[in-house]
């Protein structure tokens, strides 16, 4: 989402030499040699494309697309493979959009992470469940929010499946984000940060991010914290600003 006027392994290049680690969405379009051999270290990436946690047929389809990803993620040597509760198309708009969520639904997705997860701990690998919005980027995403990925998280209660705690779909969302990380924390894998509106770096939004930093370390959480989000300013200087922006944010 940064240097966008470059080639993607640039991007990786730039990111690394400015000191940060690295992650990616869709691997299938992506050489995992080409991405090795920038010496970046990559924290995350999508952990499927396909499939859904709420139908038969999704289930199937999202777990043996799982297990494709693995391999990609261990030849670029990433600890963390992202969900969601449905696949996600163009614009973000999901595969398999959702009205109402059913209790059935929620059934079935217990299980299906349940076996999502047995899959990370059989390769050591953590699978991360992502909260969305659907106000504005992801409408008809079921399990969307926050609150919705905290409780299935806790309920497979394993090490190897986590929640992504991404703060810019939860204030869009819900709010109350200090609140969120300190119940959260214990199930956190990843915190992803964009500042709303906008979706840019800290410091171009509402959310005062300092604060947000210190109530994370409060909490205890010393993992990830990835900003997943735009420069505010186009081109490979905005992109350079907006990474000292993430750094400064949260630098305590």
């Known amino acids: 989402m940064v240097y966008t006027d470059l080639p993607h392994l640039e991007r990786v290049e730039r990111i690394h030499a400015a000191g940060f680690a690295a992650e990616i969405w869709d691997w299938t379009q992506k050489d995992a040699g080409a991405l090795a051999a920038t010496g ?64 059935d639904m929620w059934l079935a997705a217990v299980r299906t992470l349940t076996r999502v997860a047995e899959l990370g701990e059989t390769h050591g690998v953590t699978f991360v469940l992502e909260n969305l919005n659907t106000e504005v980027d992801h409408p008809g995403t079921p399990f969307a929010k926050a609150a919705d990925t905290l409780a299935l998280v806790a309920a497979v209660d394993s090490p190897h499946l986590k929640m992504n705690l991404d703060l810019y779909h939860a204030q869009i969302g819900e709010g109350n984000l200090v609140e969120l990380v300190r119940r959260a924390v214990p199930h956190v894998g990843e915190v992803q940060v964009a500042d709303v509106p906008g979706r840019c770096e800290p410091g171009t939004g509402e959310v005062r991010w300092s604060f947000v930093a210190q109530a994370l370390a409060d909490a205890g959480y010393d993992g990830v914290v990835a900003m997943e989000a735009f420069a505010s300013i186009p081109g490979t200087a905005g992109s350079d600003l907006a990474l000292a922006a993430f750094r400064e944010a949260f630098t305590l």
Request: net charge negative; proline share 8%.
């Open 40 to 103: 970046a270290t990559f924290t995350s990436m999508t952990g499927y494309v396909a499939g859904d946690l709420i139908t038969p047929d999704g289930t199937d389809g999202c777990c043996a697309r799982r297990s494709l990803s693995i391999p990609f993620a261990q030849a670029i040597g990433s600890p963390s493979l992202n969900l969601h509760g449905t696949g996600l198309g163009e614009g973000g708009i999901p595969v398999r959009p959702v009205e109402v969520v059913t209790g």
